[in-house]
């Protein structure tokens, strides 16, 4: 286990010095009456997300797009988006495994610390959370305090 946590926390440093920002979306699928529904609304935050900061999306000469293809619909949503949002000949699909692509593990790691915020406020929270992160107060200090400081800021 301290080996792990270690791991975790020089992980971390490299996220933290890393020029990179994130967004993430939590979606409920008990609160969509289908799939389609379900499906709709992603392509509709993720569409708005590229259309808001579409200055710095069309600042790229190349766009690529790594999706593990672990969930249809979620793949399904970034196609749809992202070709409706960006220029089709700036836009590479990767299909990637985690091991390949430090950037994919480092999305991976965003989206585990923004799953774990919303597995604390739902008083879900595991042991392993507890063991890795230090329960929600610590977490939220630390761990997500630094994952946040790389998150895409919302524009009105």
Not at 79 to 102: E, F
Not at 106 to 128: F, M, N, R, W
Not at 135 to 148: E, H, M, S, T, Y
């Amino acid at each position: 286990m301290s080996q792990r946590k270690a791991m975790l926390a020089f992980f971390s440093s490299f996220v933290r010095k890393l020029p990179i920002l994130y967004t993430t979306f939590v979606y409920r699928r008990s609160e969509f009456a289908d799939l389609g529904k379900l499906a709709e609304r992603m392509r509709r935050d993720i569409s708005e997300v590229l259309l808001n900061h579409l200055g710095f999306f069309q600042s790229f000469d190349d766009v690529k797009v790594y999706y593990d293809n672990g969930q249809d619909i979620v793949k399904q949503a970034l196609d749809r988006s992202v070709s409706q949002i960006l220029s089709k000949g700036v836009v590479q699909r990767r299909k990637t495994s985690m091991t390949d692509y430090r950037l994919e593990q480092v999305a991976d790691y965003l989206c585990t610390i923004e799953l774990a915020l919303v597995k604390y406020e739902a008083k879900e929270g595991s042991k392993t959370y507890n063991k890795f992160f230090g329960g929600i107060g610590p977490f939220k200090k630390n761990w997500l305090k630094q994952a946040r400081s790389k998150r895409m800021r919302q524009t009105s």
